[in-house]
């Protein structure tokens, strides 16, 4: 995912000409099991994707739809967070996240941005990156906010047609705290199936790990993606 951007449909990864570089895909940043999991989403949506109002398929936010559903469904206890978004300015960045549930994304950014960031909205700078949301992290303890200490892996997911340019994957890194931890999913990195419904050399419905509820890993495993509402008023 981009950066936070008001009022932008196709946001910025940050200044200059908009060029976009590609970067080496990590496939070795998840282990094996974190990989079926997500692999699973991956190969799911891009058969069988979200679809928007006006009939435009929704790949992403159907990958993102349902893990945000299955943590939901684990009282925010899941170790797979979908688009948690980081404050850049910190050292190490920081996940803004819910006051009164620390391991709840935060759900209104630009009034977290009002609130906290100096000069509120009106003196935040959109599409330099001072926020980043990647689509995916992997915590170590699900108890526990995916602050980078927590973190086991960032993932970023891309479908035909997308591609990640160096600045995402500089500032991922940094959210991560290494290189070593950071990945690239899509459908030909998880090696999915001829009719999109699997990983070829896994199992197609992937046993999520034991932190997840049944409804969770029941929910994982659906074929049925979420109906995502569109986002109103600002985009990122």
């Known amino acids: 995912m981009t950066d936070y951007a008001r009022g932008q449909g196709g946001g910025s990864t940050g200044p200059g000409n908009g060029h976009t570089n590609t970067v080496r895909l990590r496939r070795n940043a998840l282990d ?4 079926q999991v997500l692999c699973s ?8 994707p979200s679809i928007g109002a ?21 009282g ?23 006051s009164g549930v620390s391991t709840k994304a935060h759900d209104y950014l630009s009034g977290w941005i009002q609130k906290y960031w100096p000069g509120g909205l009106d003196s935040y700078r959109p599409g330099i990156g001072n926020i980043r949301r990647p689509d995916v992290v992997v915590v170590n ?13 960032v993932v970023e997911i891309k479908f035909p047609g997308d591609s990640m340019s160096e600045a995402q994957q500089a500032a991922y890194e940094r959210i991560a705290g290494s290189p070593d931890k950071v990945a690239v999913l899509g459908p030909d990195s998880c090696d ?45």
């Open 76 to 98: 925010n206890q899941s170790p797979y967070k979908a688009e948690i978004n980081y404050d850049m300015s910190r050292d190490p960045p920081a996940p803004i996240m819910d």
């Open 192 to 236: 999915c199936g001829v009719d999109g419904s699997g990983p070829q050399t896994q199992p197609a419905t992937s046993n999520a790990p034991d932190e997840l509820s049944d409804g969770a890993r029941t929910f994982l495993r659906s074929g049925a993606p979420p109906i995502i509402p569109p986002f109103p008023g600002f985009a990122f």
């Open 141 to 153: 303890d699900p108890s526990r906010p995916p602050t980078q200490a927590n973190l086991k892996s």
């Open 32 to 35: 094996p099991k974190d990989r």
């Open 54 to 74: 006006d009939g435009q398929k929704l790949k992403q936010q159907c990958v993102s739809g349902r893990l945000k559903t299955a943590d939901a469904l684990t």
């Open 41 to 48: 989403m991956v190969c799911k949506c891009n058969s069988m």
